[in-house]
């Protein structure tokens, strides 16, 4: 029996219940790992809520994309990983299949990938999920390039503070957006070329002040809702605006006149293709390597407290990723 984290109902953060569970066997192409550190994800709360794109088709419900631990044990056919390989898990399964909260979990080989040396199972928790993100929607599908300007909301976030490192790292210039002052010198400490606090400064006019009245090229959007128009009004000419979170409303309006390209991103399209998931672990290791790429750990709370992670979490005072440890 194994420490697991499962909900019988969709509500608050109380209705995660750590519960003592059989585990099982992996079964053909999985794994099972013993969980060290949980990377908590704003879709978990949103599943959680019941107000994420897919819902809890079962009860109790099963929660979370990113773990990092050991493989203690491979199912059937699985020949690229043994036991005793250190590892983290990448959201590349439906949480009505998998989930990670726990002392042990069972996923499939291909959401599995190994953890860079010199990192922490809390900091490589940080890593893949944050920088698959960004390095996905910036340079695959974005192609931004050096020189770009590229305009990011909740920067603050692991995914936004992700994004910073990215794209210093292939030379392009990061406008973080956050929307208190309280993150303004962490986010230039953090890389930001430029800060702008949304509840005093005017997102539009001040990014073509920084840009000389051109814009962004690219805007990286996790908030959505009523705030993309001037987020498109604050998009360069031939730019592009992605939307890939909802932190602040999923009725989003389309502002036709303003953007040559508005899209949206889903990691899930780069996380379940193996090409894309190959070049997309080689950028990220390689930016490990020469150090530009810091996965940020804001906070960790223990596995019995992880309705209180979740309320923390969902509380948006962190700066970076909150994570859950587990034994130890
Ligand atoms: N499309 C995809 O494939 C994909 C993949 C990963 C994550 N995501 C999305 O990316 C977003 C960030 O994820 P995460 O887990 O990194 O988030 P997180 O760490 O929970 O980010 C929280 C931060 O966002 C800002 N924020 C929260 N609510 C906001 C609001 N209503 N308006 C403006 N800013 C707000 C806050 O920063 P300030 O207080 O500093 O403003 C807060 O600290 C989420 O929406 C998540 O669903 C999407």
Redesign the pocket.
Known sequence: MRKTVLFDAEGGPDVLQLVDVEIGEPGPGEVRIDVEAIG????EA?FRAGIYFERPDQFPAKLGYSASGVVERTGPGVTEFAPGDRVSTI?AFSMRDYGVYGEQAIVPASAVLRRPDGLGAAETVALW??FL?AY?AIVDEGGVRPGDVVLI????????LAAIDVVNHIGAVPIA????A??RERLLAAGAAHVIV?NEEDITARTLEITGGTGAEFVFD??AGE?VRGLAAATAKGGTLVV?????GRETPFPLWFVPTMR?????DLTRDPKRLRRAEHFIRAGVRAGTFRPRVDRTFDLAEVAESHRY?EA???????VVTVGG
């Open positions: 908590l994800n704003r879709a949103m959201a999920g944050p993100t996905g909301t909740a920067a603050s976030s692991s995914v936004g957006a956050t929307r208190t309280a993150k949304t996790a908030v705030g890939y979170g909802a932190l602040g949206l991103f889903n990691a899930f979490l948006n005072g962190q700066f970076g990723k909150v």
